[in-house]
């Protein structure tokens, strides 16, 4: 058995139209800015599209960790199906993920692991993004002359 990854892709969410046509919210691309640290997010979206040799039902563990220190964020653990008659059949996995609270900038990786497969990893960059404050009236020496 042999199950890749075609590609994955980071979301705030994913819905499935009535018409079977994937609906993507908040794509992230590739890497998240966020304004403060610690900073939780409500949901994330990890999705998958995978391609296995045989159709079939496996069970999976994925983990959400920092890189650098190899602070595990969150765990998974869950199930997929491909139920196509062909080798090469592809299917479509997505692992959404609530109120997760990330505390460090740098490297994260989401990893997907299959028994006995090869580990499946997302990489992105959390990036600490403080916004400028807003300057309240003039700087000084900037104002209007009073008279």
């Not at 653990?77 to 059949?89: L, Q």
């Not at 990893?111 to 807003?134: K, R, T, Y």
């Amino acid at each position: 058995m042999a199950i890749t990854s075609k590609f994955s892709i980071m979301c705030d969410e994913l819905r499935v139209e009535n018409n079977g046509k994937l609906f993507i919210i908040g794509m992230y691309s590739p890497d998240m800015s966020v304004p403060q640290l610690p900073f939780v997010l409500p949901t994330l979206t990890f999705v998958f599209w995978l391609e296995c040799d045989r159709p079939g039902s496996y069970q999976f563990n994925a983990r959400l960790a920092h890189l650098e220190s190899g602070a595990v964020i969150t765990q998974a653990m869950g199930g997929f199906g491909i139920n196509a008659t062909r080798p090469g059949a592809v299917g479509l996995l997505p692992i959404r993920l609530m109120g997760l609270r990330f505390s460090q900038a740098g490297a994260h990786t989401f990893s997907l692991q299959f028994q006995g497969e090869q580990e499946i990893q997302h990489h992105f960059q959390l990036i600490l993004n403080v916004p400028a404050m807003p300057m309240l009236g003039n700087p000084p020496g900037q104002g209007f002359p009073i008279r």
